[in-house]
């Protein structure tokens, strides 16, 4: 079987300061598959997300990313939203003059243009996915993120999850600045959202999201590279015990931000 998403010894640095961020990734994800990548602060674990999702302020060095059995290292970062992939930021960014509502229908659309439903039939999809996250009907009149509350940017990121159905969703702490009750909701509409054709690489600090969304597989992240794959329990253990014993027994540096 072809993996979903299959990265290749990725090197990869900041293009304007030459600094090598990502030092040897390899990780496989296959279709209903949850991977949950934990990692201190200024491990790199945001910058493998960009350069996923093809932030030209990052540059591939050496290795490769292949969907689905083919190289995207060429492709754009729009080219490879409408092959299915999806980032969810870890800090949105407000955007004046764009409704949430007209982003939506209009990136739905360009990612999925065989799909010939309704400006209504979306529309009222739209309405239901608002409705199961908490959020009021109002809110897809609103600019993007414009005076949004944190729970609400975060709310937002799954909304457009649940809404444009990438194939592939990675999500960076998604779970920050979540009080518990958000938590719980955002939680359970990843658990919703996510299908058998779907994988999902969830990127947090903490084990909290998965008591909820449950993962197949955990990677601990240090300095530019996985050291460790596991399943929850090694999650819970590194709560119990922090990276700093991890970074110890395996005898590497940890990078604090």
Same mark, same amino acid.
């Given at each position: 079987?072809?993996?979903?998403?299959?990265?290749?010894?990725?090197?990869?640095? %900041?293009?304007?300061?030459?600094?090598?961020?990502?030092?040897?990734?390899?990780?496989?994800?296959?279709?209903?598959?949850?991977?949950?990548?934990?990692?201190?602060?200024?491990?790199? &674990?945001?910058?493998? !997300?960009?350069?996923? /999702?093809?932030?030209?302020?990052?540059?591939?060095?050496?290795?490769?990313?292949? +969907?689905?059995?083919?190289?995207?290292?060429?492709?754009?970062?729009?080219? $490879? !939203? $409408?092959?299915? *992939? +999806?980032?969810?930021?870890?800090?949105?960014?407000?955007?004046?003059?764009?409704? /949430? $509502? #007209?982003?939506?229908?209009?990136?739905?659309?360009?990612?999925?243009?065989?799909? #010939?439903?309704?400006?209504?039939?979306?529309? &009222?999809?739209?309405?239901?996915?608002?409705?199961?996250? @908490?959020?009021?009907? @109002?809110?897809?009149?609103?600019?993007?993120?414009?005076? +949004?509350?944190?729970?609400?940017?975060?709310?937002?990121?799954?909304? #457009?999850?649940? +809404?444009? &159905?990438?194939? *592939?969703?990675?999500? @960076?702490?998604?779970?920050?600045?979540?009080?518990?009750? !958000?938590?719980?909701? %955002?939680?359970?509409?990843?658990?919703?959202?996510?299908?058998?054709?779907? =994988?999902?690489?969830?990127?947090?600090?903490?084990?909290?999201?998965?008591?909820? %969304?449950?993962?197949?597989?955990?990677? %601990?992240?240090? @300095? =530019?590279?996985?050291?460790?794959?596991?399943?929850?329990?090694?999650?819970?253990?590194?709560?119990?015990?922090?990276?700093?014993?991890?970074?110890?027994?395996?005898?590497?540096?940890?990078?604090?931000?």
């Amino acid at each position: 079987m072809t993996a979903l998403l299959e990265i290749r010894d990725l090197r990869a640095e %900041v293009v304007e300061e030459g600094v090598e961020i990502l030092k040897g990734v390899n990780l496989t994800i296959n279709k209903g598959e949850i991977h949950a990548l934990m990692g201190p602060n200024g491990s790199g &674990k945001s910058t493998l !997300a960009h350069v996923i /999702m093809g932030n030209t302020k990052y540059r591939v060095t050496s290795g490769d990313i292949l +969907f689905e059995g083919q190289s995207i290292l060429n492709l754009s970062t729009d080219e $490879r !939203a $409408r092959l299915g *992939l +999806f980032l969810s930021f870890q800090t949105p960014e407000e955007i004046e003059g764009i409704k /949430m $509502r #007209q982003f939506l229908i209009n990136s739905y659309r360009n990612i999925h243009p065989e799909d #010939q439903r309704t400006l209504l039939d979306l529309n &009222k999809l739209m309405t239901e996915l608002t409705k199961k996250l @908490d959020l009021n009907q @109002d809110f897809l009149e609103r600019y993007i993120n414009t005076g +949004f509350s944190g729970g609400e940017k975060k709310k937002s990121e799954i909304l #457009q999850m649940g +809404f444009l &159905k990438p194939r *592939l969703c990675i999500l @960076d702490e998604i779970d920050s600045g979540l009080d518990i009750d !958000a938590l719980r909701i %955002v939680s359970e509409s990843i658990n919703n959202f996510k299908n058998d054709e779907m =994988g999902i690489l969830l990127i947090t600090h903490y084990q909290r999201i998965l008591n909820y %969304v449950v993962p197949d597989y955990v990677h %601990v992240y240090i @300095d =530019g590279r996985i050291v460790i794959t596991g399943e929850k329990e090694l999650a819970e253990k590194i709560e119990k015990i922090g990276y700093s014993t991890i970074e110890k027994e395996l005898g590497l540096k940890i990078n604090e931000e």
